[in-house]
C-alpha cells in the first residue's frame, strides 16, 4: 500500500474542507485533502447552487409565462416551452466550472488533492480507497470535513418515484403532480421552482406552519406567494409512506383522519443528518454533540489535533458557517491564536419572496437584551421595489432600547438576499442604529429600507 505524510489531511472537500484546504496551502503547511466524489461536496455539487440555478430557471419562465396575458408591463410573448433537460445540463455546466475551479485553486495553493474514501485507521492515520488502489496517510492533524446526507424517513425510502433534494435537481422532465415532504427552506426552494415550471405542487409540513425557525410576520409573504402560485399546502399533516400500489403517498392530518395523495415524485425535504457513517469514527474516542461531532471555539474535537468543520459539526448547516470554520482551522493548524468570534450567521431562505436572517431575532434580542427598539420598512413604500414589481415584504431592525447597538435585522422581498452582507456588516461592526440611518444610501434601491428602518426605529422615518 502507498504511503504519504502530511501536516495537515481535510477528508472532504465540501466548502468547510477545500477551504481549509486552500488556506493551510497558502499558509506554507503540507495539506492534502481527499474527497469521496468530487470537490465542492453538497454544496456545490447537489445543494445551493444546483438549486439556485434550478430556481433561476424556473423563475425566468414564470415570468415568460405571465407575459403570456395582458400585464401591466405591455410585454406580450408566444406561450414558453421548457426542456428540463436542457436546463439540467446548463446547471451541470456551472457545477463542472466550479469543480475545476476549486480542483486548480487547492493545487495553486500547493495542497494535495486526492480523490476517494477515507477512513480512520486511528487518529493520525487514514486509510483512503481510491480507484487506483489504498493509500495510507500519515497526518499530524486532521480536519474531519464530511459534511451532510439528506435525511430519510424510515418508512419512505429514496428510491423509485421517492426522491431526495438531488434526485430533484437532477430531474429531466416537471412531474405533473410532486410532492413535497418538509415545509423547511429545501423543500419549499425546490417546490416553488416545480410549481413556477408548471408541477401541481403539495406540500406536507408536519409542524403548524412553514419554516417553522422564522416568525409569522417573516413568512406571511412566502405563504401568500405559495397560495398565489396555486401550492397546496398542508400543516399539522404527517407522511406516512405509500399505498401498497406505490402510486399515492398516505398522510395523517392534524385531526387524525388520513388521506391518500397521487403523485408523480415524492420529494423528502425533512433535514439532513451529518456524514459520520463510513469514515472509521469509530476508531476515535470523540465526544459526540447528539448525532454531530462537539467541537470547542477553534473546531477542535475531544481528541487533540482533530478538527472538525462544517454540517457534521452540528446547525447551523450552511455553506458559509462551513467556510468560515475551514479558514479559521486552517489559520490555527498554520500556528494563529484564532477562535470563533462570529458575531451572527446570515441566513438565507431562496424563498418567493426570499427571506434574511443576521443576528437575532426581536424576541431573542428581548430575552438577552431586555428592553429594544424595532423598526420595519416595507418594500410597498420603496421606489425601486416598485419599478421591480417586487412590493412584497419588508426590512426590520432590533437594536437595544439603551445605546442603539443593532442586535438584528430581519428582510424578507425579491432579491433581498443580496442584502445578507449589508446586514452581517451591520452586526459585525457593531453598529448603531444612527450608523445605518447615517450612512448614505444610493437611491434608488431596496437598500434604502434598512436605512429608513432604522429611522423608524429612531423614530423619525422618512418616507414611511
Ligand atoms: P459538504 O458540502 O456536505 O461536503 C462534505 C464532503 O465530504 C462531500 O463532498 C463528501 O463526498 C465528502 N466526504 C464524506 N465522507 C467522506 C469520506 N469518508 N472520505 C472522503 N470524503 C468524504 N447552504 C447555504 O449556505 N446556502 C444555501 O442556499 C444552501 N442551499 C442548499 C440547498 C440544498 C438542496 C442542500 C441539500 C443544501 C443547501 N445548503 C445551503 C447547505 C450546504 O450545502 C451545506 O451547509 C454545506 O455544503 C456544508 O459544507 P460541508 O463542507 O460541511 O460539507
Not at 47 to 74: D, M, Q, R, V, W
Not at 102 to 113: K, S
Amino acid at each position: 500500500m502507498e504511503e504519504l505524510n502530511c501536516d495537515l489531511l481535510v477528508i472532504g472537500s465540501g466548502p468547510g474542507g477545500y477551504v481549509c484546504g486552500i488556506r493551510a496551502g497558502q499558509l506554507g503547511v503540507d495539506t492534502i485533502v481527499v474527497e469521496a466524489r468530487a470537490h465542492g461536496g453538497t454544496c456545490l455539487n447537489v445543494g445551493c447552487i444546483p438549486s439556485k440555478a434550478l430556481i433561476h430557471a424556473a423563475e425566468e419562465f414564470h415570468k415568460a409565462t405571465g407575459f403570456t396575458a395582458p400585464n401591466s408591463l405591455g410585454i406580450s410573448v408566444q406561450a414558453p416551452e421548457i426542456d428540463l433537460g436542457q436546463t439540467v445540463a446548463w446547471k451541470d455546466g456551472i457545477v463542472a466550472r466550479l469543480n475545476g475551479g476549486v480542483g486548480a485553486l487547492l493545487r495553486r495553493a500547493g495542497a494535495r488533492a486526492i480523490i476517494g474514501q477515507a477512513r480512520f485507521r486511528d487518529g493520525k492515520s487514514v486509510i483512503v480507497k481510491t480507484d487506483m488502489g489504498e493509500q495510507l496517510i500519515h497526518a499530524r492533524r486532521i480536519v474531519i470535513a464530511t459534511g451532510s446526507v439528506p435525511f430519510e424517513i424510515p418508512s419512505l425510502p429514496f428510491g423509485g418515484d421517492v426522491i431526495s433534494s438531488t434526485g430533484a435537481l437532477a430531474l429531466t422532465s416537471v412531474p405533473n403532480r410532486l410532492i413535497v415532504v418538509g415545509g423547511g427552506y429545501i423543500g419549499l426552494e425546490i417546490g416553488t421552482a416545480m410549481a413556477k415550471l408548471g408541477s401541481e405542487v403539495t406540500v406536507v409540513e408536519f409542524a403548524s406552519k412553514i419554516l417553522p425557525q422564522y416568525d409569522n410576520e417573516l413568512t406571511r409573504p412566502v405563504a401568500d406567494r405559495l397560495e398565489a402560485l396555486g401550492i397546496n399546502v398542508m400543516l399539522n399533516a404527517k407522511a406516512e409512506g405509500l399505498n401498497a400500489d406505490k402510486d399515492r403517498l398516505r398522510v395523517t392530518l392534524g385531526d387524525g383522519e388520513t388521506t391518500e395523495l397521487p403523485f408523480d415524485k415524492v420529494l423528502v425535504a425533512v433535514g439532513r443528518k451529518p456524514c459520520t457513517q463510513d469514515v472509521g469514527l469509530e476508531e476515535l474516542s470523540l465526544r459526540m454533540n447528539g448525532a454531530f461531532i462537539q467541537v470547542d471555539d477553534r473546531c477542535q474535537t475531544s481528541m487533540r489535533d482533530v478538527y472538525a468543520i462544517g454540517d457534521v459539526t452540528g446547525e447551523p448547516m450552511l455553506a458559509h458557517r462551513a467556510i468560515a470554520q475551514g479558514e479559521m482551522t486552517a489559520e490555527i493548524v498554520a500556528g494563529g491564536p484564532h477562535a470563533w468570534d462570529k458575531q451572527c450567521i446570515p441566513a438565507v431562505c431562496f424563498t418567493d419572496p426570499e427571506i434574511v436572517t443576521a443576528g437575532l431575532s426581536p424576541e431573542e434580542a428581548k430575552a438577552q437584551f431586555g428592553e429594544t427598539v424595532t423598526g420595519k420598512f416595507p418594500f410597498t413604500a420603496n421606489g425601486r421595489a416598485m419599478t421591480m414589481e417586487n412590493e412584497a415584504g419588508f426590512i426590520r431592525v432590533v437594536a437595544r432600547a439603551d445605546n442603539h447597538v443593532v442586535l438584528g435585522i430581519q428582510a424578507t422581498g425579491g432579491g433581498i438576499s443580496e442584502l445578507a452582507a449589508v446586514f452581517a456588516h451591520a452586526i459585525e461592526m457593531g453598529a448603531r442604529l444612527e450608523d445605518i440611518a447615517g450612512t448614505i444610501h444610493a437611491h434608488p434601491t431596496q437598500s434604502e429600507g434598512l436605512q429608513e428602518a432604522a429611522l423608524k426605529a429612531l423614530g423619525h422615518a422618512i418616507h414611511f
